[in-house]
């Protein structure tokens, strides 16, 4: 042990200005290893003394907490500087909006991928944001349910053009999202993972809208037969090529009518012809998977299917604008079941429990639904940039059917999603009176 003089002891202490108590033990060890700081360690001054207790009150609780993860997860710049807390917005006991400063030489990105420390940390769903210069983070605290029955009323969400009940977050808080501003969604999960009861709960609150036509392919024919005499229904590639060829035409039919009257989409259509109104149209396609070519070993085949894929990677592209909006499920999704064509196209993603990397990789471009909990009908939802971890409502195929005779009764326009004729394998296009509409919108075509 190296004999330290107390002269030089002394002249350490009154230069470095140690506490006599808690510092002097440190000192001595720090000495011995050879450590010597390279600047003196300056006094607390009063701003900072007051700044630390205004931390600690408990009105101010969440503040020092974000901080403490900031520090152990060295979101700091390298002159050990951390975001230092600006304005906090409480909008209830559990919801709260914090914004922070970032310091020179700390990157947005270095927070934002460690959103998952946060979250476990403060067993809460947290949402960080950059706006305008500042780091907002959204925290909204307490447990996501692991069973919820479903309690959808479109009455109360009339708000929005089609309310979508996606499901329950934490506290037991309704994620209700408008499918216009989502455009389309994709939905992937194995097998009792609870992909059919969210398309149920989903098909229900569609079809309390009287503003929608509801189409449903099933080509499984299992989870959705309950539908046929009350949607637009398909559970083959013939009657799902039928759909889709209907679907494509009347989209252009109203592009026509939008470019003649110098509308943008639907809903500018809609405010300026209001006697003529034209309703939504949600298709909804189950076990996508069945529309590749790679389950069939017959050329035929495989260009219809082919054909099938494509039909719905041009909708994916021009059919929001027109008011048709697609939500299509699939088992285990991968790159060789859908196409990048038609997974560009949709910016919303619902991801189930995956049993790997790849098929989170697929829908979420992630790998966050491989780390979900085993509990069925937990899954991630992902908007653009945004993603959340919900759980399904649970809407069991009896009750389902029930309340579907009941809508059906109480629906001023109860027969408007009727179209039964799908399953007889009919044709349902006036092509006569379509020749009109596709001779005017080639006129509008530049020449």
């Known amino acids: 042990m190296v004999k330290l003089d107390r002269k030089e002891i002394k002249e350490n202490w009154k230069k470095y200005k140690l506490d006599l108590k808690d510092k002097f033990d440190k000192y001595m060890w720090d000495l011995q290893l050879g450590y010597k700081p390279l600047k003196p360690e300056k006094k607390e001054d009063l701003k900072t003394s007051v700044k630390k207790l205004i931390r600690t009150r408990k009105s101010r609780s969440i503040e020092a907490e974000i901080e403490n993860i900031f520090i152990q997860t060295n979101c700091y710049n390298s002159e050990g500087k951390y975001p230092y807390h600006i304005a906090t917005n409480k909008k209830n006991n559990n919801h709260y909006q914090v914004m922070f400063k970032l310091p020179y030489g700390l990157n947005y990105k270095l927070i934002i991928d460690k959103v998952k420390y946060f979250s476990d940390s403060m067993t809460a769903q947290v949402n960080i944001e950059n706006r305008r210069g500042l780091l907002m983070m959204e925290i909204i605290k307490g447990i996501i349910p692991e069973i919820y029955r479903y309690n959808f009323n479109y009455i109360e969400h009339i708000d929005k053009v089609i309310p979508l ?167 285990r999704p991968s790159d060789k079941l859908i196409p990048m064509e038609i997974k560009s196209n949709f910016p919303s993603a619902i991801s189930f429990k995956c049993v790997n990397f790849g098929t989170s990789m697929t829908i979420l471009g992630n790998t966050d639904a491989y780390y979900l909990p085993n509990i069925k009908g937990r899954m991630i939802f992902q908007h653009g940039t945004k993603q959340m971890e919900l759980q399904a409502m649970l809407l069991k195929r009896k009750e389902a059917e029930e309340r579907l005779v009941m809508f059906n009764k109480l629906s001023d326009n109860s027969n408007h999603n009727k179209a039964s004729y799908f399953c007889n394998g009919d044709d349902p296009i006036d092509r006569e009176q379509f020749q009109i509409y596709e001779h005017q919108t080639k006129r509008l075509l530049p020449r």
């Open 165 to 331: 009940p996606i499901g329950v977050g934490v506290n037991g808080m309704n994620i209700i999202v408008d499918l216009v501003d989502i455009v389309h969604l994709i939905i992937g999960g194995v097998t009792r993972s609870g992909k059919s009861v969210l398309l149920t709960g989903i098909c229900d609150g569609l079809m309390q809208n009287n503003n929608i036509k509801l189409i449903v392919i099933d080509l499984a024919m299992t989870d959705f037969v309950h539908l046929k005499d009350y949607v637009i229904f398909g559970y083959n590639l013939d009657s799902a090529e039928i759909i889709l060829d209907y679907l494509m035409q009347e989209v252009e039919r109203r592009r026509y009518f939008l470019v003649k009257n110098n509308c943008v989409n639907l809903i500018e259509y809609n405010k300026k012809n209001p006697s003529n109104k034209l309703e939504y149209i949600v298709l909804v396609v189950d076990e996508f998977a069945f529309t590749s070519p790679r389950k069939s070993d017959n050329k035929i085949m495989k260009n219809r299917r082919q054909r099938l894929q494509s039909i719905v990677a041009d909708l994916g592209m021009i059919s929001a604008k027109t008011g048709v909006h697609l939500i299509i499920a699939m088992q």
